[in-house]
């Protein structure tokens, strides 16, 4: 396995060009939205939508709200994470509701694990700025996700260069409470994208890891 | 690797007790680290350093920075994720040299895409909230790590509840200009951790997944 994660993450890179005429068969693609869902997130609040484009018009309306990156027609799922532009008492109560659903035990049991969140994502240092602090979230998904689709051998990449106004408004985000965090077109590289060959560049390890013993 | 994938990050969960007996063998931390490494990021621009916390004198000193939680002094290996307070040209001119160096390119061949970096981190949008912007990429490496670990069957519990003055602090960040993002204590769950066994809560697929035909 050791092998095979160093691999698949070397051999991933942001694609440039995805070969429209693939598409991501039906079980990889349901394997990747339940790594999704199954991500981890501070206090398990998942303050998060996730949503898979496959509509061609739409891809195609959504370039230009990318800064003209082609990508976001071309590929096979282009995966908008967005996020919850507020945390409220609702969204927590909905949650310890599932959690006493998932264990079976009473909402009253989970009263102090209840009043820890309302005090820190509702009211407290993490209400400061909410939003932000659900975008962190998103992007542990986003980690999990093109982690997951490389050990599939699917392609992806990552975009913050859009307009988030215009996602959006074209996705109808804004008046159900949710804004887009970062978008990640998916699918398979073109055989002509250069930019697979390209050796990938990182800094070496002694620059970005230090061990205290 | 479906399956696979899919059975770890159902096996992982937020370890609320690590075995202090049991020690990460080395060739799967330098995977780890090698997975850390590799972390895509926006532009490639890595504003992290990661610290390997291996002294049990200092791992027991970040319990009360932590809030007293002692999965920080009981792992195996304390990972903490910090990134760059401020991102100045300087550091856009480094990592161009990198990927000069690694590519075989000129400094001059990337001079586009290193003003596009300028424009955005360095003097524009992005440097609104510069240390934000490095901390949402801490959390991708967050994503990544957490799903290598749980692949290479190893637990740990990521963590937002510490005090990062303290914890800049005890690692002499400020000074280097850095700061802590995220901690993830790493290792191995204790047999008696009855956290392992309560089923993993999460919304449902309908509530977190919108698929657009």
Redesign the interface.
Known sequence: ??D???SS??W?Y?TKSFDREKEIPA??WA?L????????S?Y?L?P????????QE?KDSLVSASYGQGQVAECSHLLVITVKRTLGQDDVDH?IE??AE??GVTIDSLAFFRNMILGDVVNGP?SV?GL?WA???A??????????AA??GIDCC?M?GFVSERYDGL?GLAERGLTTAVVCPTGYRTATDKHAL??????G?E???????
């Open positions: 396995m050791r095979t994660l160093l993450l070397q991933r942001a079980e990889d394997a939205e339940e790594a999704l869902r199954l991500t981890p501070s398990g998942q998060w939508k996730f949503f898979v484009i496959r509509n739409l949650w599932v959690i998932t264990r993490r700025d932000g975008k962190l979230q992007y542990i998904a986003l980690g999990n996700f093109m982690t997951c050990l599939l990552p913050e996705l390209t050796p990938k560049a990182r800094f390890r620059e970005v890891i230090e061990t205290i013993l």
